[in-house]
């Protein structure tokens, strides 16, 4: 074969490579087109998140007829981080965080779970502790910063030099757990979980906030997202939105918008990329 041959051919193959290539980026962009990412983290390992979270993903998957990937974190820390640099299309957030997208990454809340949250500063009852001062300097079991739970032990304990020894725990479940066990004197936890622990004894609970949101990201364009928006709102009238609601333990999902989170992005303030 001739040097001029050789360099007729050469060409060929480097159209063929190019061609493939272009055609995997146009499967890789279809693919993404129709994935919505789905980020949760309140307090549940990754396994518990994905059972949990299973009938959410799939009744989300029908409304949109879109594929939804669940996105989980191994601690609220790293929840942050990701959230930070990565931004999800659709999150299930704490208060404080839902505040952070909506004020600061133009995200737009579409709902929220139901009734309202609060946290409550628990030991044994045979501790027999009626106040917080009573637990500066001992054990107290919490998810660890940017949690919910930490930043509200930050405002009853704001003194630095009187505070518990935090014990830095996964999910408020192991948290509850080490109170139980006497390896902790304390644990900080939603209110709500508390009420089937009758050996638990409430020593502070906190204000009240609004309960978790759900918040739509700025590249989820507006028709796919209020297709969402009313599909939250609908899901008690299908059996697989009733089946959504049921695996998270309300009745329905509540209308609700940026207004009500507004200002508790503060609490956040101090982290590391606020």
Do not use: C
């Amino acid at each position: 074969m001739t040097t001029k041959s050789m360099r007729v051919i050469r060409p060929s193959f480097q159209s063929g490579y190019l061609f493939v290539f272009l055609l995997l980026m146009l499967l890789v962009g279809t693919s993404k087109a129709n994935e919505l990412t789905l980020a949760v983290n309140l307090g549940l390992t990754a396994e518990q998140a994905a059972e949990k979270y299973k009938p959410l993903v799939r009744y989300l998957g029908q409304v949109t007829g879109q594929r939804i990937k669940l996105q989980t974190s191994a601690n609220m820390l790293a929840h942050w981080e990701m959230m930070r640099r990565e931004g999800y299309d659709l999150v299930l957030d704490n208060p404080a965080f839902t505040a952070y997208r909506a004020a600061k990454m133009d995200y737009t809340v579409i709902g929220k779970l139901p009734d309202v949250l609060s946290f409550t500063l628990v030991t044994h009852v045979d501790e027999m502790m009626f106040e917080p001062d009573e637990m500066i300097g001992r054990g107290v079991a919490t998810q660890a910063s940017p949690a919910m739970t930490a930043l509200r032990l930050v405002e009853i304990y704001s003194n630095p030099m009187r505070q518990p020894s935090l014990i830095r725990v996964n999910t408020h479940t192991e948290a509850l757990e080490l109170v139980m066990k006497g390896k902790a004197t304390g644990a900080m936890v939603p209110t709500g979980m508390i009420a089937g622990y009758q050996e638990l004894n409430p020593v502070y609970t906190t204000e009240q906030t609004p309960a978790p949101g759900i918040s739509v990201s700025a590249r989820v364009g507006p028709e796919l997202r209020d297709k969402i928006h009313q599909g939250l709102l609908d899901a008690h009238k299908s059996p697989s939105g009733r089946a959504m609601l049921n695996a998270l333990n309300v009745p329905n999902i509540e209308n609700a918008n940026n207004a009500i989170y507004a200002g508790m992005e503060h609490m956040l303030e101090g982290l590391h990329g606020y």
